[in-house]
């Protein structure tokens, strides 16, 4: 029976690589072939973010059980601490790839270390008041960057947060992150490749974490807090592993979206409630704990206003209509019954034999 068990798991991770996998294919042919526009080959890359995103925070809602709106903030955290290496490093690590995988990394270890900072008092709390916290948290770091100045001279690394003059920097010193303008002439290292194999580590960490000693202890937590900790489940040590997960996922996400961008800010659209509230929404219309759920409508929640765009006025409004149905599709107690009714499994299933 676990030999079952197993092989099942297995085969449906399987299937969720080989989505990704032919997604990308196709993706690449029409690239080849010339049927993808400019504009939508500018959003590969945001896409790859999105998802990425939406799987991460996926760990901390769906498996963990846990609502928390400071993912953007944590993707901050990652964004910054990639670009800055990346920028200081210029012009000693000169192959861009190396120095890429590095700045992921050292965004990812970032992004942890603050998720498990913040997740020792932050995860004692439940519901609406560990979102509340989590919302003010991911503020906090958006705010303390947009008035963070760093320069570089021949005298090493200097810190201000009053303005770019405070630095003291000499005649060939430059600033590096300039307060509310951020980071400015990232190298743009970022491709639709690298974003699919992002996706896809991330895939294999989130599924194999799932599946688990230590990700049946999570959902067990999840499911029944008290029954949990009767059995000798350590609750803080579960909760922290999965929330610091998350949060370093977030951060490789953040650093895959600041080397898609020639300038990078700490503003209300990056990083802000809104983004969060975004991830949040891709998690709850592919379905809490569906990790392929996830995938699929950060793919059509992203695309569709581009595809709409032509609709000018209308465009909002059909977007509207379709978050509306994708949510009555996957919460509506008649209509998931109707999809189990006539689910190919159950259409193609064969009839039991008589004993």
């Known amino acids: 029976m676990k030999k079952l068990k197993i092989n099942k798991n297995l085969k449906d991770n399987l299937i969720t690589y080989g989505i990704i996998i032919i997604a990308y294919v196709i993706m690449q042919i029409m690239i080849k072939t010339g049927h993808v526009s400019s504009l939508m080959q500018g959003l590969l890359v945001p896409l790859c973010v999105y998802i990425i995103l939406a799987v ?19 993707m901050c955290v990652g964004a910054f601490t990639g670009a800055f290496f990346s920028k200081c490093m210029q012009d000693i690590i000169t192959i861009d790839i190396l120095r890429f995988v590095i700045a992921i990394l050292i965004g990812a270890i970032s992004a942890g270390i603050i998720g498990l900072l913040i997740g020792m008092p932050v995860l004692r709390l439940k519901g609406d008041y560990l979102a509340i916290v989590t ?61 699919v194999i992002l996706i896809i580590i991330t895939l294999f960490i989130v599924l194999n974490l799932i599946h688990s000693r230590d990700g049946r202890a999570i959902m067990s937590i999840r499911d029944n807090l008290i029954a949990a900790e009767s059995i000798g489940i350590n609750i803080t040590k579960y ?51 569906n990790i392929r759920g996830s995938i699929i ?27 509306i ?28 034999e008589v004993q």
């Open 56 to 74: 991460s925070l996926n760990l901390t809602v769906g498996i963990l059980g846990e609502l928390s709106l400071g993912h953007a903030g944590f």
């Open 135 to 195: 919302l003010a948290f991911g503020e906090i770091i958006k705010n303390i960057i947009n008035v963070l100045y760093i320069g570089k001279d021949s005298r090493g690394l200097h810190f201000s947060m009053k303005d770019s003059l405070s630095l003291g920097l000499d005649a060939e010193g430059t600033v590096i992150i300039n307060g509310a303008q951020g980071i400015t002439g990232t190298p743009k290292n970022s491709t639709f490749t690298i974003g």
């Open 239 to 289: 909760k922290l592993m999965a929330f610091s997960i998350s949060a370093s996922l977030a951060g490789i996400a953040g650093v895959l979206y600041s080397h898609n961008l020639s300038s990078l800010m700490a503003t209300p659209k990056n990083f802000g409630y809104n983004m969060s509230i975004m991830i949040l929404v891709f998690v709850v219309l592919g379905g809490i704990g």
């Open 297 to 323: 409508s950060a793919v059509i929640l992203t695309l569709l206003p581009e595809v709409l765009r032509g609709l000018s006025n209308y465009r909002m409004l059909i977007y509207s209509i379709v978050l």
């Open 325 to 352: 149905v994708m949510m009555l599709f996957n919460w509506s107690p008649k209509l998931i019954n109707l999809r189990e009714k006539y689910s190919l499994k159950r259409l193609f299933k064969k009839p039991k």
